[in-house]
């Protein structure tokens, strides 16, 4: 009777999730009428059916990469890399979910294709599944499509999910999605997490064949770390008298917050990256601070008295956190905050704000005293006088340094994983 009741409330769950799918598309048809976003999310799967037929090669074997958006498969160029190495005979084809991935994405050399995924529903799958007829899918960190991920395995495609990070208050360890949603894990040959919780919160829903790998975002950010970058405009702003600190990723939040702290520290630089790297958003942020006479990185302008740089473009960020003493991470009074890693790794101090704790390397840099969380104002002078003290010290780097070296490793335990399932 019991195992009657959990087959009537999966096929419940399922046709829930298919009218979600449905509903997702009209709301994504009905944002496109003002929104350039979403009309580049449809016309990129316009007629993605025979776009992927035009892309597969039916003589070779073929590993799909799946990710979100740019930042995961970020996190995943590493593994990639190491892949394309290992197999430069089969098809490797990178799919996203948003066109900001889609977009953005450079690095081409590394792959044979890259693709939108079409949307979930179940036809979509079925024919996406048997167009391409992959031999391996890596599915990074937590982006998972149930009826996806269903077609594939019956097409004998074997599943990794990888570097996995898992909370207790996802919908796979929560009723009443929690019947479902866990099948879909279940359908993994291998899950990779990042951390000893989330191994234990998947082992807890009876999953077996996970183990821990690390999270090779660090090695990724290291890679960035060690890539030449130099820039004419930041080296003719950087004044050697003045701590330059560098906020990423901000929103209108982070950039009030900003717009305090020059004007209490006027022994303080700041290079803005801001989220949205619109045009009516950079004006909106330049006519905040122009009373600090703001510069853009795209412009050749050398205003020696500016106190603030924009980064009016996407992709240099990662690099940029090298010219800075101190960084300021963006999101964290909204959703969540944004890539601490990337600064993590030139050994800088870190703040951000409140809603941090999707991610357990703030969590570790905090007890380690190399970040800060704030709620306020009042918090961000705190916290950077703070870490701009102890950013000088030797202790400190050394403790940096040790914390980062015990962070490589992630993904040469991926590749390996992959190997095993090839």
């Known amino acids: 009777m019991e195992k009657q009741k959990n087959t009537i409330t999966i096929n419940l769950q399922r046709w829930f999730y298919g009218l979600s799918i449905t509903t997702y598309r009209s709301l994504i048809h009905l944002a496109s009428i003002r929104s350039t976003k979403a009309q580049k999310w449809i016309n990129g799967r316009r007629d993605w059916r025979n776009k992927l037929k035009k892309t597969v090669d039916p003589g070779k074997a073929k590993i799909l990469v799946h990710a979100a958006s740019l930042g995961e498969m970020e996190q995943g160029l590493p593994i990639i890399k190491r892949l394309r190495e290992e197999y430069p005979d089969h098809q490797l084809i990178l799919s996203f979910f948003s066109p900001s991935g889609y977009e953005h994405f450079q690095d081409r050399e590394y792959c044979d294709a890259v693709i939108y995924l079409p949307e979930d529903s179940a036809s979509n799958a079925r024919d996406f599944a048997e167009i391409l007829q992959a031999d391996l899918a890596l599915f990074i960190k937590y982006e998972i499509w149930p009826n996806l991920i269903r077609e594939l395995k019956e097409k004998n495609c074997r599943l990794i999910l990888a570097p996995a990070n898992f909370r207790s208050d996802q919908v796979y360890f929560r009723f009443p999605q929690k019947n479902w949603l866990s099948q879909s894990l279940k359908l993994f040959d291998e899950i990779l997490v990042q951390n000893q919780k989330s191994l234990s919160l998947v082992r807890g829903i009876g999953i077996k064949q996970v183990s821990i790998c690390g999270d090779s975002r660090f090695e990724r950010s290291m890679e960035n770390k060690d890539t030449t970058f130099r820039s004419q405009t930041i080296e003719n702003f950087i004044k050697p008298e003045l701590k330059c600190l560098i906020a990423g990723s901000s929103w209108p939040r982070e950039e009030e917050i900003c717009l305090k702290l020059l004007r209490d520290y006027p022994k303080t630089q700041i290079i803005l990256a801001p989220h949205n790297v619109d045009e009516n958003n950079i004006k909106r942020i330049a006519k905040l601070f122009i009373e600090f006479k703001p510069i853009r990185l795209s412009s050749n302008d050398n205003l020696t008295e500016s106190r603030l740089l924009i980064v009016d473009g996407i992709g240099k960020?990662?690099?940029?956190?090298?010219?800075?003493?101190?960084?300021?991470?963006?999101?964290?009074?909204?959703?969540?905050?944004?890539?601490?890693?990337?600064?993590?790794?030139?050994?800088?101090?870190?703040?951000?704000?409140?809603?941090?704790?999707?991610?357990?390397?703030?969590?570790?840099?905090?007890?380690?005293?190399?970040?800060?969380?704030?709620?306020?104002?009042?918090?961000?002078?705190?916290?950077?006088?703070?870490?701009?003290?102890?950013?000088?010290?030797?202790?400190?780097?050394?403790?940096?340094?040790?914390?980062?070296?015990?962070?490589?490793?992630?993904t040469e335990t991926i590749v390996k994983a992959c190997q095993g399932l090839i």
């Open 317 to 410: 960020l990662k690099y940029i956190y090298r010219y800075g003493d101190l960084a300021f991470i963006g999101g964290g009074f909204g959703k969540s905050v944004h890539s601490t890693v990337e600064a993590a790794v030139y050994q800088l101090p870190i703040f951000f704000g409140p809603n941090h704790k999707k991610f357990p390397e703030t969590i570790e840099m905090q007890d380690l005293g190399f970040a800060i969380s704030i709620a306020n104002y009042k918090e961000a002078r705190r916290a950077t006088e703070k870490l701009l003290e102890q950013g000088e010290s030797i202790e400190f780097s050394d403790r940096y340094k040790e914390y980062l070296s015990s962070k490589k490793g992630a």
